[in-house]
């Protein structure tokens, strides 16, 4: 039995798991700086996610995808309102959410085996156990030949495929993903995108999910929430219905297309929207300093 089939067995994902990942997000704003140079990032959001879904956001550039996810994982504080998981507001990083960042964050000097092993062994498993449970994630993110390599032996794709894995090797509660594969090429990007798929099936830990990629929203979520021009607000919540496990020949679908071409009518909308905003922003300061 691998490690994280024997990992599995010991915590119980579909029993002791079952009902833990749950995301409530009452009325949160978060505001930036302060007096006249603040300004909000993201206005009066209100989500609920239940424990397992798979949640994937986006929007247009800027409109504050990333600050939710800095909300949920404990980086950043609310101006207003408040982020619960499992019932208990969020107050600061834990254990229970993983974070996987748009670029790496490895230790340089840790190989690549002792760089996934790090959460285990934090989280008080063996060295053995520890080692064991690195080597099965790094097989699954195709590096298994590459753990005792160095970060900076790497490309930049291979780095965040190591701290894709780093974070999966926590077993959180919630994992949180902020654009964790737009660095990688198109094939690699596809069989990370079916392995985390595959994972999450096995597993049903919540996640996440912050991309600018419409097919990789449709294909990955249970739900594609859709966010507004800054300040960020949620303007569509909407329901993926297609049969799971899912593969590229969905996005051929009828259905699939139908979506897609409604998600970026969506933000389309509110790009221009953000544009108008910008040049607006622009010429009051350039008038300002006239």
Known sequence: MSAINQTATDIGPQTARSHQGNITIQDLSIVFGSGRSSFVAIENISLDITSGEFICIIGPSGCGKSTVLNAIAGFTHPATGQV????????????????????????????????????????????QAALAIARDFLQIVGLANFENNYPMTLSGGMQQRVAIARALAN????????????????????????????????????????????DEALLLGDRVIVMSAGPGQVIEDIRVDFERPRDADLLMDTRFLILKKKCFSLIKKESLLAFEQQKKSSIQKAGKHN
């Open 84 to 127: 619960l998981v499992d019932g208990q507001p969020v107050q600061k990083p834990g254990g229970d959410r993983g974070m996987v960042f748009q670029q790496p964050s490895l230790f340089p000097w840790k190989t690549v085996l002792s760089n996934v092993a790090h959460g285990p062994l934090m989280a008080g498993r063996s060295k």
């Open 171 to 214: 077993y959180p509660r919630v994992l949180l993903m902020d654009e964790p594969f737009g660095a990688l090429d198109a094939q690699t990007r596809f069989m990370m995108q079916e392995n985390l798929l595959r994972l999450w099936e096995e597993f049903r830990i919540t996640v996440i999910f912050v991309t600018h990629d419409i």
